[in-house]
């Protein structure tokens, strides 16, 4: 267990907990710790889902700036890989992945965000990439799974202003995808989280493999990558579990092993 970052699991629910006070500034630590707390939650057969979460008071409010501003260009160059690889572990999870994000969530603890499935806000947080007024860019992914996500247009005005969206506005366009009361992110995190507990894991790893998967070529790669995935689901003992417990007895009867 890190001393920023912990997992935690229970009800094959795994929660990843930032926990440096008072921003849950992203230093090096921070990162490093993230990386092996989602390695782990990856590795674990008792998890099944996965929740992000900074705590009740925010979730991340950015890079450590006083770190950032001690470097040059020689040490950027070498740690920018660093920082962008810290979060795209947890982009690349195979299981089912949701931010529970309160209070702030601007620049680096956005791109974190962005790195789950879905996300789900208090109706008080402010998200954003504010890098621009700092001189710099989003350096994690921002530029590039946001405009994914809402698409160019809506994220240059983002990325050009800096601005701070509001739980509304970013309802809206699509920034987050729920809503809800501050003090009840974290359950209804874990709400959407618990579909997945006794769900087939292998299948919903193809899932997201071929959804994320597929953005990254044409329609034609996409459709060659599903395929592929699809056919290799006809090996597991899910899929077999699956059809038969529909023949028997309806959809949605089906216990999975997650095999």
């Known amino acids: 267990m890190g001393e920023f970052v912990r997992l935690e699991v229970a009800d094959g ?58 470097m040059d260009y020689a040490d950027i160059a070498d740690y920018a890989p660093e ?82 969206v509001g739980a509304e506005e970013a309802l809206a366009i699509g920034m987050v995808d729920e809503v809800v009361a501050p003090d009840d992110v974290y359950e ?4 959407w989280a618990s579909q997945f507990t006794g769900g087939a894991a292998r299948a919903l790893a193809a899932a997201k493999a071929a959804i994320d998967g597929g953005l990254d070529g044409d329609l034609k790669a996409g459709l060659r990558l599903e395929t592929q995935l699809f056919a290799g689901l006809f090996a597991t003992e899910d899929r077999a579990t699956g059809m038969a417990s529909f023949i028997e007895s309806g959809p949605g009867k089906a216990v999975f092993n997650g095999k």
């Open 83 to 164: 920082l962008s690889g810290s979060l795209t572990v947890v982009a690349e999870l195979a299981k089912p992945t949701v931010a529970a994000i309160t209070g702030y969530a601007l620049g680096g603890g956005y791109e974190l965000a962005l790195c789950c499935d879905r996300r789900i806000a208090g109706d008080n947080v402010k998200v954003g990439q504010p890098e621009i007024l700092l001189g710099v860019i989003p350096g994690a992914g921002g530029t590039q799974r946001l405009t994914r996500l809402i698409g160019p247009s809506r994220t240059k005005d983002v990325v050009y202003t800096g601005r701070f």
């Open 13 to 70: 629910i795994g929660t990843i907990r930032l926990d440096r006070p008072p921003m849950n500034a992203l230093n090096r630590q921070l990162q490093r710790e993230l990386r092996e707390a989602a390695v782990e939650a990856g590795e674990r057969d008792d998890v099944k889902a996965v929740i992000v979460y900074g705590g009740p008071k925010v979730f991340a409010a950015g890079a450590d700036i006083k770190e950032f501003a001690k």
């Open 188 to 191: 209804a995190a874990r709400k």
